[in-house]
């Protein structure tokens, strides 16, 4: 991870902010990051959705739209922790090329089952990282943004689990005699 701390330009008076320079500065790269790898995220969940073909690909074209319209939420969310701490959210689909931690989104496929399989391997990362950050922000002394990743967390968890389940079920295997 590139350190983006050289763009941390607090926007408020530092009297006004509880939280010390030190762990603003902290703060700032932890979020940035996950800012970055959310944006990542939702690109190739929008992918997954473009192209998904097969046995209930509108079904999982839906669920897609819907996963992406969640993670612009936390896009915000995540901008707006980043800005009320002091910093500055650098959310630029180029940043997000160089901080987020999610490999290439395979761009062969259109298969159902292989974009709910490359989907659960990233949301899967993703929650990773939330809960890595979680135990960061907390320990840095931020309950404010550990409770942040934690409400994005509950989300991605619950996501991730219906996608495993598809991937378990024989509903995305057009062999099945159900289909």
Do not use: C
Request: proline share 3%.
């Amino acid at each position: 991870m590139n350190s983006i701390s050289e763009l941390h330009t607090p926007a408020f008076d530092a009297r006004l902010i509880s939280i010390s320079p030190e762990a603003q500065t902290r703060l700032v790269d932890i979020l940035n990051q996950t800012l970055a790898t959310t944006v990542d995220l939702k690109t190739q969940v929008k992918q997954a959705q473009w192209n998904v073909t097969g046995i209930n690909s509108y079904h999982l074209y839906e669920i897609f739209d819907e996963i992406a319209t969640e993670l612009d939420l936390y896009i915000d969310m995540l901008a707006e922790r980043i800005t009320l701490i002091g910093g500055l959210a650098i959310g630029t689909a180029r940043n997000a090329v160089k901080q987020s931690i999610l490999p290439e989104y395979p761009l062969h496929i259109i298969d159902a089952k292989d974009h709910v399989v490359s989907l659960a391997e990233r949301l899967a990362i993703y929650g990773t990282l939330l809960w890595e950050n979680i135990d960061r922000t907390s320990v840095i002394g931020d309950a404010d943004t550990a409770h942040l990743y934690s409400e994005i967390s509950l989300v991605i968890d619950k996501r991730l689990w219906f996608l495993d389940a598809l991937i378990a079920s024989s509903k995305l295997d057009p062999n099945s005699p159900q289909n």
